[in-house]
Nanobody
Framework: QVQLVESGGGLVQAGGSLRLSCVASGGTFSSYAMGWFRQAPGKEREFVAAISRFALSTWYADSVKGRFTISRDNVKNTVYLQMTSQKPEDTAVYYC????????????????WGQGTQVTVSS
């Protein structure tokens, strides 16, 4: 079983940057592909980005492509989401998750989830 804890959320102005972190414990971190999802009030949880076990492949939602970067450090058991050029539409609770499937874009493919961290982008 894997436990995930996100951090780094907060308030940022449009055009600004924020870096989210997610620390994993209780499992072999490098055995899992990792993903980031976000959910705004009244909206469905949506895929943001994913990264393969050894970071050879990454995947992004079209809405964040070119602005967000997912990365991981298998020594620190941590996955990151670097967000730049942020827009008010990026406001949401951001969740990290672990999956056995590389490139998974559906929340149902991720059995392990963090508690979420709030990101608010002001205009």
């Amino acid at each position: 079983q894997v436990q995930l804890v996100e951090s780094g959320g907060g308030l940022v102005q449009a055009g600004g940057s924020l870096r989210l972190s997610c620390v994993a414990s209780g499992g072999t971190f490098s055995s899992y592909a990792m993903g980031w999802f976000r959910q705004a009030p009244g909206k469905e949880r949506e895929f943001v980005a994913a990264i393969s076990r050894f970071a050879l492949s990454t995947w992004y939602a079209d809405s964040v492509k070119g602005r967000f970067t997912i990365s991981r450090d298998n020594v620190k058991n941590t996955v990151y989401l670097q967000m730049t050029s942020q827009k008010p539409e990026d406001t949401a609770v951001y969740y990290c998750a672990a999956s056995a499937n590389r490139g998974a874009r559906s929340a149902s493919e991720y059995p392990y989830w963090g508690q979420g961290t709030q990101v608010t982008v002001s205009s």
